[in-house]
């Protein structure tokens, strides 16, 4: 069995899909060698993550990009030459062609545009529903990223309960290996001078950042003043408020911006409190990651979060203020329970490990390939 697999992600600014991109197809290669898996379009070798930028030069990027937007506006031969000699290609979110030469898969990350279509743009929704018609509901097999995610595709798309596997994605190995020194490192980067209280997220509607502010503001003050809210992640859609509010709060209220992929696993282990009220999640990376650095987490009971929290947050409706606030208030009050919420977090987050997701996916390859007798 021979794989190609779309990273076209990688030349775009994107950050939990990105990420999986990267970290899957790398632990893949980790087991099955350069010989029987390779990436499309021509992105060897995938040796950086930065959520910003491409893994490539401007001029490769811009290359690989056209192409790409060949393929999908009438050139789909040219997705078949590139197949030729593989049994299957697996497909991102950004082709719109499924192959002739090789049988096709692809991964199902979240419903969100169906079921909460109000916190997404009219062209994410667009895109999203094509992808779903000419790639998702013609697949010969797809992987979801969560159980919560396979029931959204199989009631909402219509796909055949056969054909889509649960795979959970892994947490990469240095948020289960931080140091206290990489946690000082952090601090003095960043100029995190307090205890904290961290939230990480795109700023969009969907993180429910609002509603976290309304939660962390209403806490007592001596509460405030001990732990720092301090939000970071990159600028989405629909936030002019948000960041308006964010830089308006005063000195109880810190916003990071986009802070790197090498920086987050000190600033996790570093934080009192994790906070990830998002309002749906297909699996939710930030709250596994604070969960293998060994952090206290407050999460919402919706989509796949409790799925990935299981006992070992406290999880709570993303749009009750009141709610959020008590939740935050029982742990930064409690260090027994937040040692209690730490301890099991970290033991959870074990399941979610590349070389076992990557294990579990290239045996989904194999069976697909083998189901048509190649």
Known sequence: MRLLVDATVLLLRSAGVKSYTYHWINAMRAQEGLNRLATFPFIDPVSRLDHERSSLASAATYARIALVHAINHGM??????????????????????APRRARL?????????????????????????????????????LIAVSESSRQDAIRVLGIQPEKIQVIYPGIAE??????????QRVRTLLGLDRS??????????????????????????????????????????????????????????????????EHLPGLLAGSGVFVYPSLYEGFGFPLAEAMASGVACVTSNVS?????????????????VDQLGNALRRLLTSPSLR???AEAAHARAGRFRWH????????????????FGR
């Open 304 to 320: 796949s979060l409790p799925e990935v929290a299981g006992d070992a947050a406290l999880t709570v409706d993303p749009r009750s």
């Open 105 to 141: 898969t692809a991964t199902v990350h979240d419903l969100t545009c169906w079921l909460t279509p109000e916190l997404h743009t009219t062209a994410n929704i667009r895109a999203d529903h094509t992808f779903a018609r000419m790639i998702l509901q013609r697949a010969d097999g």
């Open 196 to 261: 904290y209280v961290l939230a990480l997220g795109t700023i969009e509607p969907r993180k429910n950042l609002d509603r976290l502010l309304d939660a962390y503001l209403g806490l007592a003050g001596d509460i405030r003043h001990e732990y720092q809210l301090v939000v970071c992640g990159p600028r989405g859609w629909q936030n002019t408020t948000t960041l308006a509010r964010l830089r308006a709060c005063g000195t109880d209220v810190r916003y990071l911006g986009y802070v790197a992929e």
């Open 339 to 341: 040692m209690e919420l």
């Open 76 to 97: 789909g031969p040219l997705l078949d030459l590139a197949c030729r000699g593989f049994d299957i290609f697996h497909a991102s979110n950004q082709i719109r062609v």
């Open 356 to 371: 076992r997701a990557a294990r579990e996916s290239l045996e989904f390859f194999e069976r697909v390939a083998g189901q």
């Open 174 to 183: 240095s948020f289960f290996t931080t140091t206290a020194a990489d946690v």
